[in-house]
């Protein structure tokens, strides 16, 4: 099994910044693999960054130069860097981990292929 607790969230005017953390606890190797997602209220969940073990990220187009996904292998923990925020990117936002399976190999913002959810941490933009 698998833990991931969220923190980090808040409420910020456009233009700031705020860092997301997800503590990750139990098996380790099913944390090889993690991303952020986000849900904005009434919307459908969507993928923001990804890093798989060996390092390698990937962004959404919408947060790409604003957004930095990190991840301390000794803390077992993962990071959202949040800089120039925008009332778009208002949502709830979630960390998830999975072992790298081909899936998230292949589609690595995908919310299926992740098996272990936090509970979420709250980001507020306003204008």
């Known amino acids: 099994q698998v833990q991931l607790v969220e923190s980090g969230g808040g409420s910020v005017q456009a233009g700031g910044s705020l860092r997301l953390s997800c503590a990750a606890s139990g098996y380790t190797y099913k944390t090889d693999c993690m991303a952020w997602f986000r849900q904005p209220l009434g919307k459908e969940r969507e993928g923001v960054a990804s890093i798989n073990r060996d390092g390698y990220t990937m962004y959404t187009d919408a947060v790409k130069g604003r957004f930095t996904i990190s991840k301390d292998n000794v803390k077992n923990t993962l990071y959202l860097q949040m800089n120039s925020l925008k009332p778009e990117d208002t949502a709830m936002y979630f960390c998830?981990?999975?072992?790298?399976?081909?899936?998230?190999?292949?589609?690595?913002?995908?919310?299926?292929?992740?098996?272990?959810w936090g509970q979420g941490t709250q980001v507020t933009v306003s204008s």
């Open positions: 998830a981990a999975n072992e790298c399976t081909r899936d998230i190999a292949t589609m690595p913002l995908f919310a299926p292929d992740y098996n272990s």
